[in-house]
DNA sequence: ATCTCCTGAGACATGGATGTCTCAGATGCT
DNA sequence: AGCATCTGAGACATCCATGTCTCAGGAGAT
């Protein structure tokens, strides 16, 4: 069953996102399972960190697609990403948190596509007149990153409330990253 | 030698904001001791973190210091603390990524007083009419120590050039913190 | 009801990082 | 030179998470 690996993975982000040395026994526990039915499942810790690893840039990349970056206004395409990537924050945060996730050069290399896609949407707003200029795409993407995992973090902590934090994200970075248009 | 001690943390903070989970042994070497005497300096891993992070905190609070946040323009003032906080974005980076630390209650506690003078600099800058209200002064705080953080994995990465960080870490923050004006 | 499959609980074994110790060599001071 | 101090290298002991195994009990199917 799918859905059963899928349900220990999102328990284990839950814990590993913000405790990302807790013990298997507690990731189990936190999936509703026992160790043993834990280790049935994925053969060690190292498989299921690179699992829940993938499971993240599996989201990440499905948010890309559904929010259709590639196409038309590339502010409405920001604003669609981000509606389709805030509900998986907490995925985002623990990618962002797991560094040694990209010692695995699989994962490393999905990261990179993912990534390049972003800063594929930051130039080609550049181009439009949409994004300023003055930053780099790269500094954009990064930057955008660290605000979901940080909106992931916060959510989780419950220093944000799940409500705004769409809201929250979207003109925070936004206002920081469009060009004055100086038409309001 | 407080010197010494200091220097074993730059060291630690190197390895330890990449990889939390660095062997001593990494450690030791980075910092081009021998394993032996750092035990010597701290009594174990435990301690060795917890200085770390205490020392991040004492930076943060003397960039607090040295800004100024409570004095004149809350935009300068901000930008007196990007100033300030960038050359230890490294540090801030690494009290980001280690949420174990917080289960500390003395650190939990310094770290919950800064915090506080920041929050307050974005609510008095709220009350100015700098900063923007539609956003919480919490999620200004929140955001923009994210950010800071990430400046500081970008740099050690070199995905960030370290001349670049202050610009790119104020334009983009400021950009989305600050009240519209349509003055320019 | 019987059989099969799966799970949970617990008992081990294992491995690797950590912590402690010793000792030889280097450095520095008198 | 002689002495004290500190350091590095290595050899252990120890601890703890991980990994593996067994076995009893429950769920579901026939």
């Given at each position: ?19 990302p ?18 280790h ?18 599996r ?7 559904t929010?259709?970056?590639d ?12 509606d ?9 945060a ?23 896609r ?10 439009q ?12 993407s990064?930057?955008?990153?660290d ?21 929250s ?16």
């Amino acid at each position: 069953m799918a859905t059963d690996r899928d349900s220990v993975l999102e328990a284990a982000v839950g814990v590993l996102s913000r405790r990302p040395t807790a013990h298997l026994d507690e990731i189990a526990r936190a999936a509703g399972i026992s160790r043993a039915t834990l280790h049935r499942i994925f053969p060690g810790r190292e498989a299921l960190i690179r699992e829940v690893g993938a499971l993240g840039l599996r989201r990440f990349a499905a948010a890309l697609d559904t929010a259709g970056i590639d196409e038309g206004d590339t502010e409405a395409a920001l604003r669609r990403l981000i509606d389709a990537l805030v509900p998986d924050a907490a995925l985002c945060a623990f990618l962002a948190g797991e560094n040694q996730l990209y010692d695995d050069p699989e994962i490393n290399e999905l990261w990179e596509i993912q990534d390049a896609r972003v800063r594929a949407l930051f130039l080609r707003g550049q181009q439009q007149g949409v994004f300023r200029i003055e930053l780099s795409a790269g500094w954009l993407s990064e930057a955008f990153f660290d605000l979901v995992a940080g909106v992931g973090w916060a959510v989780q902590d419950g220093r944000l409330a799940p409500r705004d934090s769409t809201y929250s994200l979207a003109e925070l970075f936004l206002g920081g990253a469009l060009r004055r248009t100086d038409k309001s």
